[in-house]
């Protein structure tokens, strides 16, 4: 399997063009912001299409996310300063969601417990959030990490990945995100 940094320098040129490099943490913030939208969508969502609509983007949005803070915010931070514990607890909050991302997306709204795994799904990623908000993103800043080049790789990466994921609606997780599974596999 290729690291991250291979997959980013074999992106496409085309990517860079019209992009805006943000701060990493701004960028994850506005993720955070999105996917917790999505979830109170959800939760007034009625209809089996409508519901599995929202499952799919949910699930497609936190595995990028999930992706880009595995393979380039995440290890930066590890390589900045001493935060094992705090890296490793987020490490296992990634991989308990991911699990449940594969069911989700493997079932249609109405199979049985679909709406109670998306509720738990969203209370997991809830406290993931908070934990990463509260301290992990003050840890961060305490390292001066360049937050510039960090956020212009996560970009870059993102849009590899929603440029390949965007057309995928088969059950199952799109091929091209299962790398965070496979890591969850790990643990
Ligand atoms: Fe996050």
Do not use: W
Not at 15 to 43: C, K, N, T
Not at 74 to 103: G, K, N, S, T
Not at 105 to 123: E, F, N, Q, W
Not at 124 to 132: K, M
């Amino acid at each position: 399997m290729m690291s991250s940094s291979e997959q980013l320098t074999s992106a496409p040129t085309h990517l860079l063009a019209g992009f805006v490099a943000d701060d990493a943490i701004s960028i994850l913030r506005e993720d955070h912001r999105r996917i917790d939208g999505l979830f109170l969508q959800f939760d007034k969502a009625r209809g089996g299409e409508l519901k599995a609509e929202l499952a799919h983007r949910i699930c497609t949005e936190l595995l990028i996310h999930a992706d880009v803070e595995d393979g380039i915010f995440y290890p930066a931070l590890r390589e900045a300063m001493d935060v094992d514990d705090l890296m490793d607890e987020a490490d296992v909050e990634h991989a308990a969601a991911a699990h449940l991302i594969a069911e989700i997306m493997g079932m249609r709204p109405g199979a049985g417990h679909y709406d109670a795994k998306v509720k738990v799904l969203a209370s997991y990623v809830r406290h993931h959030v908070q934990e990463e908000q509260n301290r992990m993103f003050s840890k961060a800043r305490q390292a001066r990490l360049d937050m510039r080049a960090l956020g212009e790789q996560i970009l870059l990466r993102k849009k590899e990945l929603q440029g390949l994921s965007s057309h995928y609606r088969p059950l199952g997780v799109p091929p091209v995100l299962s790398g965070v599974l496979q890591m969850a596999s790990v643990l």
